[in-house]
C-alpha cells in the first residue's frame, strides 16, 4: 500500500547533506523521548500526542450523534472561531470537500451549507453572511478554548440575539453547540448558564493543535465527512511516528530536521507550495500551526504559501528571482477524484493539440515537474510532500504529521513549540484603546 503522507527531500542536497541531516539524531532521539515521557517545555500540553490513538470511542459516538441532530435540524451551519478553533474545520472541508459544496443543491450536497464567523472583526462580513442564513434553518457551534477570545465573542453575540429572534430562546437553545474548556471561561459560564449542548477541549491540547477534538471533529461530521476515517489516517501516521525516533523511518521528524537544517543555513522563510486547490486552507492551518509554535524570542523559520499554478503567476516571480533566503515545500495530491481530460477540436486554433487526450492531472504534475527544476535553478531548494488523495483518511495523517514534525522542529529550535505569549500583546493595547474594565492604565 502506497503511503498518505511521502516525503522527497532529493532536492535539498545541494545545501543540506544526508550527513548533516544525520548530524541531528542524536538530538532528535532525546528530544522524542522526552515528548513521549511528558517532559520538555510546555509539557502540559502534549495531549495531542496520543490523541488518535487515545480518543474515546463513547465520545465518537456522541459527536456523530450530535453532528447528525444538527445536520437534519439546519439547512445552514455556522462555525464560529478563530486561529486553531476553525482552520482545521476550514481545512478539511476545502481538501476532501466539493469545490462548490454550498452552492451545490441540497440533494447533491453532503450536508448543510457550512459558513464560518468569528475570525474578523467587520461587520460587512457577519451582516452579509446573515444575508445568506436569510430564513433558513439555522445552527451554530461556538468554538473557543479561552472562552474569552474577542472576535469570535462578538460574532456569537450577534448570532445568538438572530437566533433567539427567529426561534425564542428554547428554539435557540437546540441551535447552539459550545466546544470549550472543561471550566474555565466566559463561554463555559454561558454554556452552563443557558444549557447548550457541550463539547470540551481537553486541558492538555492547545489551540492549533485541536483539530481532532471535538473543535474539528464535530463541525467535520457535520459536514458529512467521515471523522472515522479521518482519525484512522492520524492513527497510521501517530503508530509510525511514535514508533521510532530514526531520521530514516519517522517521515515527520525528517522533514523537521531538513527544515531546521536549511534555517540553519540561512533559509529563514519556507515557502510551501500546494499544487491543488482545495489546499488552500490546509496551507492556512499548517501556517498557524508553524508560525505560532515557532516563531518566537528572535528565531523561527516564516511560514509563507502560494497555490500553484495560480501563484506562478504572481509570488512565483519572487520565488525564482528574489531574495535567497527561502526553501519550498511542495505539496502535491496523487489523484483527483475526478479525471478531466483535454477535448479533441475540429481545429487547432487555440494551439492546444498537442495536449489532446491528456488529463488535467498528468498536465499539472508536469507543471510541478516544470516549477520545481525552474526553482532549484534559481536557487531554492526544495522538499515535496506527495499526498496519495483527497480523502478523510489521507488528511488526517497529514494533520498529525504536521503537529509531530512541527513540535520537534519548535524543540530543535530551542523554544516552547506550544505557547503564544506574543498573540496576547495586540489584545491588551486592543483591551486598553476599547477601555476593557481592568486595562485602562495598561
Ligand atoms: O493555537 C492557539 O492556541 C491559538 O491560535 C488559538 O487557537 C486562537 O487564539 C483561538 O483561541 P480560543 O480557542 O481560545 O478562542
Not at 456522541?62 to 435540524?73: C, D, T
Not at 439546519?74 to 464560529?80: G, H, L, P, R, S
Not at 481545512?91 to 464567523?117: D, I, W
Not at 488529463?359 to 516549477?371: R, V
Request: net charge negative; proline share 4%; aromatic share 10%.
Amino acid at each position: 500500500m502506497s503511503e498518505p503522507v511521502f516525503l522527497d527531500i532529493t532536492n535539498i542536497s545541494t545545501w543540506v547533506s544526508e550527513k548533516e541531516i544525520a548530524h541531528y539524531q542524536d538530538t532528535v532521539d532525546t528530544l522524542h523521548q522526552r515528548m513521549e515521557k511528558g517532559e520538555g517545555p510546555g509539557c502540559d500540553f502534549l495531549g495531542w500526542l496520543h490523541l488518535p490513538s487515545g480518543i474515546s470511542g463513547d465520545l465518537v459516538e456522541r459527536v456523530k450523534q450530535e453532528a447528525e441532530r444538527l445536520r437534519s435540524l439546519a439547512d445552514v451551519f455556522i462555525c464560529i472561531g478563530i486561529g486553531g478553533s476553525y482552520l482545521g474545520t476550514r481545512a478539511a472541508l476545502g481538501f476532501c470537500g466539493h469545490a462548490f459544496e454550498n452552492q451545490l443543491s441540497p440533494e447533491k450536497r453532503k450536508g448543510p451549507e457550512v459558513y464560518f464567523a468569528g475570525q474578523n472583526i467587520s461587520s460587512d462580513h457577519l451582516a452579509d453572511l446573515l444575508d445568506i442564513v436569510g430564513d433558513r434553518s439555522l445552527a451554530v457551534n461556538v468554538i473557543s478554548k479561552s472562552g474569552t477570545t474577542t472576535e469570535p465573542a462578538i460574532a456569537f453575540r450577534i448570532l445568538k440575539g438572530h437566533l433567539e429572534k427567529r426561534y425564542g430562546p428554547e428554539g435557540a437553545r437546540e441551535r447552539i453547540v459550545a466546544t470549550t474548556d472543561q471550566q474555565r471561561g466566559a463561554l463555559k459560564e454561558l454554556a452552563d448558564a443557558e444549557g447548550y449542548a457541550t463539547f470540551v477541549i481537553p486541558d492538555d491540547v492547545g489551540g492549533r493543535f485541536s483539530v481532532l477534538t471535538p473543535v474539528g471533529l464535530l463541525p467535520i461530521a457535520v459536514a458529512g465527512h467521515s471523522i472515522d476515517e479521518l482519525l484512522a489516517g492520524a492513527r497510521g501516521m501517530e503508530s509510525q511516528t511514535s514508533a521510532t525516533s530514526s531520521l530514516a523511518d519517522n517521515v515527520a521528524y525528517r522533514y523537521a530536521a531538513s527544515r531546521h537544517a536549511l534555517y540553519q543555513k540561512g533559509k529563514t522563510l519556507e515557502v510551501m507550495s500546494g499544487f491543488h486547490p482545495s489546499l488552500e486552507y490546509v496551507l492556512e492551518w499548517w501556517k498557524q500551526l508553524a508560525g505560532e509554535s515557532e516563531g518566537k524570542e528572535g528565531k523561527g523559520l516564516f511560514p509563507a504559501s502560494v497555490l500553484f499554478t495560480t501563484d506562478l503567476h504572481s509570488l512565483g516571480q519572487w520565488v525564482q528571482e528574489g531574495q535567497r533566503n527561502l526553501f519550498e515545500t511542495f505539496v502535491t495530491v496523487g489523484r483527483s477524484g475526478r479525471e478531466m481530460v483535454v477535448p479533441e477540436f475540429a481545429s487547432d486554433a487555440d494551439g492546444l493539440g498537442y495536449l489532446e487526450g491528456k488529463t488535467l492531472d498528468f498536465i499539472n504534475e508536469k507543471a510541478y515537474k516544470g516549477t520545481m527544476a525552474a526553482h532549484l535553478d534559481g536557487g531554492v531548494p526544495n522538499m515535496t510532500l506527495k499526498l496519495e488523495d483527497r480523502s478523510p483518511r489521507t488528511l488526517g495523517a497529514l494533520f498529525y504529521f504536521f503537529e509531530r514534525a512541527i513540535a520537534m522542529s519548535g524543540n530543535l529550535l530551542g523554544v516552547n513549540p506550544f505557547d503564544q505569549p506574543g498573540v496576547e500583546f495586540y489584545k491588551r493595547n486592543m483591551f486598553r484603546l476599547l477601555k476593557k474594565p481592568g486595562f485602562e492604565e495598561d
